[in-house]
């Protein structure tokens, strides 16, 4: 497998764009030089490159194509609604179809709004929770991802120090470190956001305890906080009202995003009715956010999740591939962690504290034709068959089989 | 902790052991450095552990904490004396004996004189001597920084533990960072590395010690390459710009 046209590509790209590629495409965050950098076109759950290799695809653009590239039912919902015109003066009947379906569809949520990215929602419900209480302060878990913001964002530059005066985070499942920041902020905490489960990069996704999610419901309670449910990579892929009915959550506000439309741009904040009237004052727009076309296809990926009931199949298909992959592991003498969901699992070498040996597992895996990442959970298809799990492992088979030669593999 | 008694630290634990590690590979340096007998001279700085520089006769030098009887020992009262001194202005410094070396105090001024040619100016007949040495300061710094800076024992809770790894095929050998212990040093470290941080060519190290590397670009062209902890390597990295600034002329 060579990856010469991604790399060509790339150069072109280095010269006029920072990073080459930047975000979370970035081949930095992978093994660079393993994986392809560019994507050519995509088809159910595999995808093709520039250079022609095709993948079966375990990352579906870091989730968004829940139901595969090129769902039929989806892009025509998305093309017939492209076909009457885009980001009109006003926003078209579907604005209100969708808002519509999702408060009929999450058990807490009265209301809607809509935007592109989870980070422009992320952003907002902080603002809302702030003029729902009148308070400053937000509690985060500490290495979870909400978006590219200055109170939020995982990167370093152009920060000031005022940018997370207002922030303060506390290890996730924590309930000890959780009740003393709310003593230590008493009466000025505004929310606290949190993600279903801690999904973190370069380190295994933690399922939240029974215990932790009574006490995030509680103090929220309490303390009079709007609970936050950032859901935008869970959101109806563990199930299909929301993630918080799984946990036991209860959330004043969610943020949904990468499986609400299989792959176009929308992403959702919903919340209770007695935070309506504040969230009017908080401005929101975008230029393209009220554009028909991904509501089209959010409104028919929403009807595909629940009608062919998508979570318990991803769930299976997932279960399948852990599994299975695990049991190659042990084939092959090699230790692994599984962790996650296994509708978004995430599995690595076992005390592999530097990732060089989970790094060498996934060069070689990618190069059979199954694309993973080393440091991200992943995603399963609903695209998927049985046949097609199958046929990954078969091919992370000889992929374990390769490693006594592949470099740092051993060290 | 002022800026001086940082400042201090830095070139007492970064800094003036480079000079160690340099003797060995500058003939220029060696030269300056050596003498007829061995000598070795001893700095200590009101607040700070002291550092020793021992010069055989052929210029290699050796560097720790540990003085011994004779050397020639120099008192600073301040960092700000110190400052004043590793930077060729006029400083009181009070004796601590060993006053019989005085003569040999030039091979530590040549030395030292060789070293800011080393570190600060770009000859293309050093430049990847100048790299290596700006790099092995640099992780030195950072490990210095981390000890004593405020914000020192936070940073370093944040970081967590690891070796992390310099290579560039022009260096003279591969420079490390023990996180654990916060040693620096060069060679293969004891300890399993974490991150491996390896520079295709000198360009690709000077732009990053002049904090001018594209890195996610670099990454994805290969001139750089980094195996391991990645997070590990992007953290340091920002420790070290900070410890590098305050060591700038």
Same mark, same amino acid.
């Given at each position: 497998m060579n990856f010469d046209q991604s790399q060509a590509l790339f150069r072109r790209a280095a010269a006029v764009i920072p990073g080459g590629i930047y975000g979370h495409t970035t081949p930095a965050a992978t093994v660079p030089g393993a994986v392809p950098y560019f994507a050519a076109e995509g088809f159910g759950c595999r995808y093709r490159d520039v250079d022609g290799n095709v993948f079966i695809d375990f990352m579906g653009g870091y989730g968004p194509l829940v139901l595969g590239y090129h769902h039929p039912e989806v892009e025509a919902a998305a093309h017939a609604a492209r076909q009457l015109g885009a980001a009109f003066n006003h926003p078209t009947p579907l604005l209100v179809e969708l808002a519509e379906k999702l408060t009929q569809r999450i058990?807490? =949520?009265d209301w809607a709004v809509f935007a592109k990215n989870g980070a422009d929602l992320t952003n907002w419900s902080i603002m809302v929770a702030r003029e729902v209480t009148g308070r400053p302060k937000i509690l985060k878990i500490r290495g =979870?991802? &909400?978006?590219? =913001?200055a109170w939020c964002t995982? #990167? &370093?530059?152009?920060?000031?120090?005022?940018?997370? /005066?207002?922030i303060a985070d506390f290890p996730f499942n924590d309930i000890t470190a959780l009740e003393a920041l709310f003593a230590q902020h008493r009466g000025q905490v505004a929310g606290l956001i949190l993600t279903p489960f801690h999904h973190p990069a370069f380190a295994d996704s933690v399922l939240p305890t029974p215990e932790f999610v009574a006490a995030c419901n509680r103090l929220c309670r309490e303390h009079g906080a709007l609970q936050i449910l950032?859901? /935008?990579?869970?959101g109806f892929r563990l199930t299909a009202d929301g993630s918080h009915s799984l946990y036991g959550y209860k959330p004043d506000l969610a943020i949904y995003c990468k =499986?609400?439309?299989? #792959? &176009?741009p929308i992403s959702a904040c919903v919340g209770r009715a007695s935070h309506k009237a504040a969230a009017s004052r908080v401005f929101l727009t975008g230029?393209?956010?009220?554009?028909?076309a991904p509501m089209a296809a959010a409104l028919a990926t929403l009807d595909i999740i629940a009608r062919e009931q998508i979570p318990q199949r991803l769930a299976l298909l997932g279960q399948r591939f852990v599994d299975g992959f695990l049991a190659l592991g042990k084939k092959h003498g090699v230790d692994l962690i599984a962790s996650g969901p296994p509708a978004m699992p995430y599995l690595r070498v076992k005390d592999d504290p530097s990732f060089m040996r989970t790094q060498a597992l996934c060069t070689a895996i990618v190069a059979q034709g199954v694309f993973i990442h080393p440091h991200h959970n992943w995603f399963i298809s609903a695209a998927m068959t049985e046949a097609d799990i199958d046929e990954a492992l078969r091919r992370i088979g000889i992929a374990f089989d390769s490693l006594p030669t592949t470099p740092h593999f051993a060290s | 902790m002022t800026g001086d008694t940082l400042k201090a630290a830095l070139y007492l634990e970064a800094v003036l052991p480079a000079l160690a590690e340099l003797s060995a590979q500058d003939a220029s340096l060696r030269s300056a450095a050596a003498g007829s007998r061995p000598f070795a001279i001893t700095l200590a700085v009101r607040g700070h552990s002291r550092r020793r520089l021992a010069f055989a006769t052929d210029g290699a030098i050796t560097t720790s904490t540990t003085p011994q009887p004779g050397d020639l020992s120099l008192w600073f009262p301040s960092a700000g004396q110190f400052l004043r001194t590793v930077s060729n202005r006029s400083a009181l410094a009070l004796p601590g004996g060993g006053?019989? @070396?005085?003569? @040999?105090l030039r091979r530590f001024s040549t030395a030292g004189a060789r070293l800011d040619t080393l570190l600060q100016t770009r000859a293309d007949a050093h430049l990847a001597l100048h790299a290596w040495g700006s790099l092995l300061v640099a992780l030195a710094a950072a490990a210095s920084w981390l000890r004593h800076h405020p914000d020192g024992p936070a940073t370093h809770a944040r970081l967590g533990t690891g070796t992390v790894v310099f290579e560039c095929p022009v260096l003279p050998a591969p420079l490390w960072l023990d996180?654990?212990?916060?040693n620096s040093g060069t060679g293969t470290p004891a300890s399993p590395v974490t991150v491996r941080i390896a520079f295709g060519d000198l360009a690709t190290l000077m732009a990053e010690l002049d904090n001018q590397l594209d890195a996610p670009a670099a990454l994805g062209l290969g001139t750089l390459r980094i195996t391991g902890y990645l997070p590990l390597a992007e953290n340091l990295s920002l420790v070290m710009l900070k410890a590098g600034n305050l060591l700038r002329p």
């Open positions: 058990d807490f =949520a =979870a991802y &909400h978006g590219t =913001a995982p #990167g &370093h530059g152009g920060l000031i120090p005022s940018d997370r /005066v207002d950032d859901d /935008v990579r869970c =499986a609400l439309a299989n #792959g &176009h230029s393209y956010w009220s554009d028909p | 006053w019989t @070396q005085l003569t @040999q996180l654990a212990t916060l």
